[in-house]
């Protein structure tokens, strides 16, 4: 186990390639199960979250073989299992997408409640109603038990815009008898990422980036090459931390059009960016103040379903606030436990008012200071390290796994830009 130790003051300086979209590799990654033949995934991250995936895989019977950084070949000729291993499955949240793919492969699947993030509630009634209107039985007693004669498309509306909900339905659809149609679906970049992936495949899905997806069942998927996009959330990580530490950061390897629901949020923190091509530079001659609403009104940054602003920003969004002139609220709605974190910014100099479990208002600039930090999850971790690397003095930051299950040799690249930032080990 190891921790960080930060010192702050110093500005990021430099140039970085985007890594692969986290979101989008999970769900990926069992969509391989979908196929008796081989599948080529490139740009997998290499962070905690797809290492476990990857181990879950290789338990329920596949050949795995890393050809280079990033890329993987996955052949699932014969699924020896159905049962999820109970420890990895508890490490990580997206193991609850392995539901679909198995049902539509075996027939059933049987998995511990999943792990991740401590930032509330994170129910999964939606997948349940989505797989029983496909023809699953699913039962709870401890675990989860998934099972199912035959798979037949439906009309399904989804209560909520689930992301994870969605994935499954639409892996368990692939392989299902005749047509669903998916109301409500989640419209993400990572899902728009597996249905473009399943397509290569042979599925024929349609609507996609909508939140209408129409799936019409095949009675076999084969083998693919498929090349994982970039993830907009690190991307939105680094452009808030260059802002912040007041440095200068290109970023290649983005979608210009993945960027266009960040770029009004940060705005009203006065940072801009500009893009030419698939690079990203954010300049070190930032405004770095609250553009009130007309009539002088405090600006209100909150995240909504894609292509609103993503909810796994807005901790991020609130850390660089600490850094800008002005006050602004940012109102999370998902999740009750995700501001939580914004005691230890309190703590170290940040002048911010928790509202309720979901707003929180922001006076900025303040100066703030190294202190003691425990991240609670990877977003609110990485929320910590820009703090950290804007305060005076010297931070040590724990229970960085969470951090490195969503972001790639964190360490190494921000060494790369600049940072004062290394390892230590403890017990």
Not at 200 to 210: E, L, N
Not at 362 to 367: D, E, L, R, Y
Request: include cysteine; charge should be negative; glycine fraction near 8%.
């Amino acid at each position: 186990m190891h921790e960080y130790i930060i010192e702050g003051g110093y500005p990021i300086q430099g140039t970085i390639t985007a890594s692969g979209n986290k979101n989008a590799a999970l769900p990926c990654l069992t969509a391989t199960l979908l196929t008796d033949e081989p599948v080529i995934l490139n740009n997998i991250p290499e962070i905690q979250d797809t290492n476990v995936m990857i181990q879950i895989l290789e338990a329920l019977g596949a050949e795995v073989e890393k050809i280079s950084k990033h890329n993987w070949k996955i052949v699932n000729k014969e699924v020896k299992t159905s049962e999820l291993p109970r420890e990895l499955t508890k490490k990580v949240r997206g193991s609850i997408v392995f539901a679909g793919p198995l049902l539509a492969r075996t027939g059933k699947c049987e998995m511990m409640p999943p792990g991740g993030d401590v930032i509330g509630r994170r129910r999964v009634d939606t997948h349940f109603l989505a797989l029983e209107q496909l023809g699953a039985n699913i039962s709870v007693n401890g675990h989860f038990a998934f099972s199912a004669n035959k798979l037949v498309g439906t009309d399904i509306f989804l209560d909520e815009a689930s992301v994870t909900a969605t994935e499954n339905a639409i892996m368990a659809a692939a392989l299902a008898e005749g047509t669903t149609i998916l109301q409500n679906a989640a419209c993400e970049p990572h899902v728009q990422d597996l249905c473009n992936m399943l397509n290569s495949m042979g599925a024929k899905i349609s609507g996609i980036g909508s939140n209408i997806i129409t799936i019409e069942g095949v009675k076999k998927l084969h083998g693919c090459e498929y090349t994982i996009g970039p993830d907009y959330i690190e991307i939105g990580s680094y452009i808030g931390m260059a802002a912040a530490t007041k440095g200068k950061i290109t970023i290649k390897g983005i979608r210009p059009e993945e960027m266009r629901p960040l770029k009004y949020s940060f705005a009203k923190l006065g940072i801009s960016w500009r893009i030419e091509g698939d690079e990203l530079t954010v300049p070190n001659t930032q405004d770095m103040k609250v553009n009130s609403d007309i009539g002088n009104m405090i600006p209100k940054i909150d995240d909504m379903p894609w292509p609103g602003f993503p909810a796994d920003l807005t901790s991020i969004m609130v850390v660089v606030a600490t850094q800008v002139e002005g006050t602004v609220l940012v109102f999370e709605k998902m999740f009750e436990s995700r501001m939580f974190f914004v005691d230890k910014l309190i703590s170290m100099g940040a002048k911010i008012t928790l509202c309720d479990p979901h707003r929180a208002v922001i006076c900025g600039p303040s100066m703030l200071h190294g202190d003691h930090l425990v991240s609670p999850d990877i977003r609110a971790g990485m929320a910590m390290v820009i703090a950290a690397m804007c305060a005076h003095g010297e931070s040590r930051i724990s229970n960085v796994y969470q951090i490195e299950r969503g972001y790639e040799d964190l360490v190494g690249r921000l060494k790369q830009l600049g940072a004062h930032i290394r390892t230590v080990e403890v017990e």
